[in-house]
């Protein structure tokens, strides 16, 4: 069984990124994934890898989103960043817009409380796949998927579940879908991602299962520590009570162009 060291773990957060489908990236000073107009577009910024200064490096990114056509630069900090691009993004007016809290733990060193009234199940039918999207489209005001974009979900979410790499967990409250999130396993780390509830269902308990379930697939799948990066407003606080230790903040930084 692998054990993770805090360098391992501060790592491993340090080297997440989503990668949408229908994205583009590019990798130069600092990672740039374009986001598609179905996520909400604009350009978002993180693991920022430079010998240049920090004016130079937001400089390129400035120019690079603008170059896609796109007026929003979203910046995520890391401590590992060299050079730290926080106060340069400050100075140029950036609105902070969201923390996140780094955790991590030991999978069988964590125990959540899920009330009986939650349940959770796994993502594996295109009916389930409607149900996350209409979860996902007030949450993260994304747009819905019309019905291709639903075939296409489903066929990534299976092939992901057969390679036993990603798993999407739907969680439901008296029936109702309300809750949902994915896990990927990645050299032993459990990465807990996309968890959300409904605004109606929170404070329920559907988030735990949706977290619990995770958990033990993600330890039948061969991980053994558990990463997440959960909102200090939100999930955070569960998070704590289930065992989780914090290993450091990430801050994200609005900026619109003109």
Known sequence: ?????????????????????????????????????QLGGGVRASQVSSTADAATVVDHAIERTRGWGEDRLTFWTNPSDAPDLEAQMQRRGAEHIDTVAVFAR??????????????????????????????????????????EGLRVEHEEVSAGLAAGE?????????????????????????????????????????????????????????ATTALVKGRVSTSAPILRRSGFRHFGDERAYRLQLG
């Open 1 to 37: 069984m692998t054990t993770h060291t805090t360098d391992d773990i501060l790592r491993a957060a340090a080297a997440w990124a989503w990668f949408p489908r229908g994205s583009e990236q590019t990798n130069e000073h600092l990672l740039l994934v374009r986001y598609p107009s």
């Open 106 to 147: 030991a999978i069988d060193e964590l125990a959540v409380d899920v009330p009986s009234a939650a349940t959770a199940e796994v993502v594996r039918t295109l009916d389930q796949v409607r149900e996350v999207d209409a979860i996902n489209v007030p949450v993260w005001e994304q747009v819905a998927l019309d019905d």
């Open 166 to 222: 990603h798993v999407r967990v739907l969680a439901r409250l008296d029936g109702r879908a309300v809750s949902v999130g994915g896990c990927t396993i990645v050299d032993g780390f459990a990465r807990l991602w996309g968890a959300g509830t409904l605004a109606a269902a929170r404070g329920r308990g559907a988030y735990r299962a949706v977290l619990a379930e995770r958990l033990r697939l993600s330890a039948e799948l061969g």
